[in-house]
């Protein structure tokens, strides 16, 4: 009865002007804000969706993250995982992915407001040309207003409209993500075979889309962390044993010979917990990692499991939204 009023008042909370004040009825325990890109939305022509917010609106999240909460780092936060309970609101602010902006944006306002945060990098898009398979996708579908484009395995195929492209997006990439018989890489050659005569490289490449490793230097000297990502971003769950250990142990040495700074953290990819399994957690432990995140949008109660931490994954200009509305249903 009392968890079924603590949901109903969450809800209540969520939608109405008290957000304001929900931070202060909050659970103990530890929450992860996690962040992709930030900056407008409407300047790229590659994936939309993965913004996580302005960057005047990112400064009023930290400004709200570090009145109500007591940050911490991942040597804290590894030491707060082992107590059997938690007597304090703690938080942290993680990035995924190594975007430019994560540097020319957010980094400053980190600085700004003394806010350390941890930085977790696919080593093959640091200062490189690849470009990820979602914003790849992104360009091609963008770039083809007009026309049709089909799934693998699929025989329908879905109109790309002008007046709600970033949506047919956001829908096709979803779906990209959760065919059972096909990679999301697979999904993307199959597009490319559909618009052979589009290229996002040189786009990307005029763009400078992810960090160099000079400035990714430039962050860890200034006190942010850096944690691995991974080399290619696959989800790991869909990978052999041997491919998992590649790209857990192998990124965390690029890491740490391009910035000769131990590195002790990891995010998985996609984060979800179809994406990641035991075996991953164990791979993890043994290449020297303290701690593991995911992507599941919960805060952190005591017992934590070190490699199975929590993170909320901002896309709102509402910090409390995002917040209340994945807690309201727990």
């Known amino acids: 009865m009392f968890k079924k009023l603590k949901r109903l ?3 209540l909370l969520a939608s109405t002007f008290l957000r304001r004040y929900m931070w202060f009825f ?61 007597t304090r609101k703690y938080a942290m ?19 700004e407001q003394n806010v350390a945060g941890v930085f977790f990098l696919p080593t093959s898009l640091i200062s490189g040309m690849d470009i990820p398979w979602w914003d790849e996708m992104a360009f091609i579908l963008r ?28 829908q096709f990439i979803y779906r990209a993500k959760r065919l059972e018989d096909y990679s999301a890489q697979d ?33 860890a000297d200034g006190g942010m962390e850096i944690g691995s990502h991974t080399i ?14 590649h790209e857990i142990a192998d990124s965390k040495a690029i890491i740490e010979e391009e910035l000769q700074v131990p590195v002790t953290v990891i ?12 075996l991953t957690k164990s791979i993890v432990k043994e290449s020297g990692y303290q701690l593991g995140f995911n992507n599941e949008p919960h805060y952190n109660a005591s017992p934590i499991d070190p490699y199975d931490i929590n993170r909320f994954s901002v896309n709102d200009d509402d910090l409390a939204k995002v917040v209340l509305n994945t807690m309201g249903s727990s």
């Not at 770039?143 to 956001?170: A, F, W, Y």
């Not at 199959?190 to 990307?204: G, L, N, Y």
């Not at 290619?232 to 250990?245: F, M, T, V, Y």
């Open 9 to 11: 008042a969450r809800r």
């Open 143 to 170: 770039s083809n207003v007009g026309n049709s484009v089909t799934l693998p395995g699929e025989p329908d195929s879905v109109m790309l409209h002008e007046n709600s492209i970033d949506k047919d997006i956001r």
């Open 93 to 111: 602010v993680t990035f995924d992915d190594g975007y430019l902006d994560n540097y020319t944006l957010a980094y400053p306002a980190m600085r």
């Open 232 to 245: 290619n971003h696959h989800i790991l769950a869909r990978l052999s044993e041997e491919e998992q250990r």
């Open 26 to 86: 909050l659970p103990k325990g530890v929450y992860v804000f996690n962040y992709h890109r930030i900056g407008d939305s409407a300047l790229t022509d590659f994936d939309r969706d993965i913004f996580s917010c302005r960057q005047d609106v990112f400064k009023q999240h930290l400004e709200t993250i570090s009145q109500h909460f007591t940050l911490v780092d991942t040597r804290e936060l590894a030491r707060i995982a082992k107590l059997p309970k938690l």
């Open 187 to 219: 999904v993307l050659e199959h597009v490319r075979q559909q618009f052979p005569d589009v290229d996002p490289k040189s786009q990307a490449a005029q763009d400078q889309l992810f960090m160099s490793w000079q400035q990714v230097k430039d962050m």
């Open 267 to 278: 995010a998985y990819p996609v984060g979800r917990h179809h994406c990641f399994d035991d």
